[in-house]
């Protein structure tokens, strides 16, 4: 053919050319290396517990998946006794699993399956967890095609919110190993217990602390508060039950119909002291505030040892990560991290 015509014809289906990174004006490197932009980019998923519309970033995948017959030793996947055989759509049906679809799983060896996305809360999952609550997350299509079978049968980790809190630090591991193995690559600044001195470092994106930030006894003490509010919250609300029966007692004896009914009155903890908004730690920084993450607390002391030895950071106390495009998958997988494992602190003023 006329190569002419060709070149018309093709003129818009030819694939773009990829966009080199010097090619990139400042706004968009800046943009480039925006954890925050990256995680509000993903794609919109809904949450399945608590039906909240969020980035895919902020939410766990679950992805359902037929399981092999060796992963389910029960009378279900055994021959039955009588000489009949079950059905494909039974004995499929009576193998589904849900699997955390995280970036460290391992080698896949079912099926891809349908995703359903679960808040990543480790709160959450715990309380997806109990009572079958995880019902919820098998699909619609999954749930049509196990109709046949009970529900007890389909699989779920009983150590699941240990699981994904493994899966997550392993990621995070994974991802720092590089720049702590190579310290010539200065994605890793050194910096002194005091963190006045940041101010005069350009690129400042996060803290990591290699030590442990709180003493044991100010940890201890904060979990016997912990404790104690929960205590609390028990009793005003049995207090309040047996002033409810007893209201509803005298409201028995005097049933006098042109006298309004008693009032009742609900004892319960300030909304602020019972669920605290979720404490994330910061440092300032040229007028904004940039995360400090706790490696220990998060990470565990084996794997913070791990990390550090035999690096020129084996004795620091505080490292500084710099805010390149190289550094924005470390960034993403400390905050998913932290996010997981947050709790609630109360604000004293």
């Known amino acids: 053919m006329d190569p002419i015509a060709v070149e018309a014809r093709t003129k818009y289906k030819q694939p773009k050319p990829r966009q080199t990174f010097e090619k990139l004006t400042s706004f968009q490197k800046a943009l480039h290396a ?14 399945a517990s ?22 389910e030793p029960d009378e279900h996947t055994r021959p039955p006794q009588d000489g009949t055989s079950k059905s494909p759509l039974q004995s499929r049906a009576s193998k589904l699993q849900l699997v955390p679809t995280l970036p460290n799983n391992a080698p896949r060896t079912c099926r891809k399956g ?52 493994a899966e997550m630090r392993n990621s995070v591991v994974a ?20 963190l006045d001195c940041i101010d005069k470092i350009d690129g400042v994106s996060c803290v990591l602390y290699l030590r442990p930030v709180a003493q044991p006894r100010i940890v201890e003490l904060a979990n016997e508060i912990s404790a104690m ?15 409810r029966q007893a209201l ?9 119909q042109s006298r309004p009914p008693p009032q009742t009155y609900q004892l319960e903890m300030q909304p602020a002291l019972l669920h605290p908004p979720l404490y994330f730690p910061t440092v300032q920084y040229r007028g904004t ?25 084996e004795g620091a106390v505080c490292v500084i990560v710099q805010r390149t495009y190289l550094t924005t998958g470390v960034q993403l997988a400390l905050s998913r991290l932290q996010g997981f494992i947050a709790e609630g602190r109360t604000v004293v003023t």
């Open 114 to 165: 349908p995703t359903s996305f679960l808040i990543s809360r480790q709160s959450a999952l715990a309380f997806a967890s109990k009572k079958k609550g995880w019902h919820s997350l098998v699909s619609l299509r999954m749930q049509d095609k196990a109709r046949t079978t009970r529900r007890e049968s389909w699989l779920w980790r009983e150590n699941m919110v240990d699981h994904v809190l």
């Open 34 to 47: 925006n954890p925050y932009a990256h995680a509000l980019a993903t794609p919109l998923r809904l949450c």
């Open 248 to 256: 509803q007692s005298l409201e028995r004896l005097h049933n006098d």
């Open 289 to 313: 505030e940039i995360p400090v993450y706790e490696l220990v607390e998060m990470l565990g002391e084996e794997n913070v040892g791990a990390l550090v030895r035999g690096t020129k950071w």
């Open 50 to 71: 608590t039906s909240a519309l969020l980035p895919k970033h902020f939410l766990t995948p679950f992805e359902t998946q037929v399981a092999p017959p060796a992963q």
């Open 175 to 194: 991802k720092l190993h590089w720049p702590f193995q190579h310290a010539n690559s200065k994605l890793l600044l050194d910096v002194e217990d005091e």
């Open 229 to 243: 509010e929960s205590r609390i919250h028990t009793l005003a609300s049995r207090v309040a039950e047996v002033r």
